[in-house]
């Protein structure tokens, strides 16, 4: 996969001039270039993405920061109707890929102070998930995992 090297905070700004497109977001996910992907992230419309759709882009990320902005960075995927099923269902997954994109999506859930769907009784019951298993898991997931955990322990000071 090649990239233009450009910016997240760049891309973001292309992304709120672009605006919401589904048929657009599919097409620049199917592109060969890293910086259109992040784009088709950012403006698919969370109320098209469905779960079957999601499986098919977990199952075509590659490591690295792709795998970060797909369910984070204020990407359409945590703003869809099915992202707390697939955390839920992705933070106990056999796939390394599927647990690291499950952690980062609860990481934006926490984010969202809006949203009183998931209150802090949701949220502990991963922070002990956490400490069983944060030791034996992959780095990639342990950084998810951490990453989780220190916007929780933020919200809980404040």
Request: overall charge negative; hydrophobic content about 45%; proline content about 1%.
């Amino acid at each position: 996969m090649s990239s233009y090297g450009i910016g997240l905070t760049q891309l973001r700004k292309l992304a709120k001039i672009i605006g919401r497109n589904h048929t657009l977001a599919q097409m620049l996910w199917r592109s060969d270039i890293y910086d259109a992907k992040v784009i088709g992230l950012l403006i698919d419309e969370p109320k098209k993405l469905t779960v079957e759709m999601a499986e098919r882009q977990v199952e075509e990320l590659e490591s690295g920061m792709l795998a970060h902005v797909f369910p984070s960075c204020d990407a359409t995927l945590a703003k869809a109707e099915c992202a707390v099923e697939l955390a839920v269902r992705w933070t106990e997954s056999g796939d390394a890929m599927r647990r690291r994109c499950g952690f980062l999506l609860l990481y934006e859930f926490s984010k969202d102070k809006k949203n009183k769907t998931l209150d802090d009784v949701f949220f502990l019951g991963y922070i002990a998930h956490i400490q069983a298993e944060l030791q034996n898991e992959e780095n990639w997931v342990r950084d998810a995992m951490s990453t989780a955990l220190m916007v929780w322990v933020s919200a809980i000071r404040s």
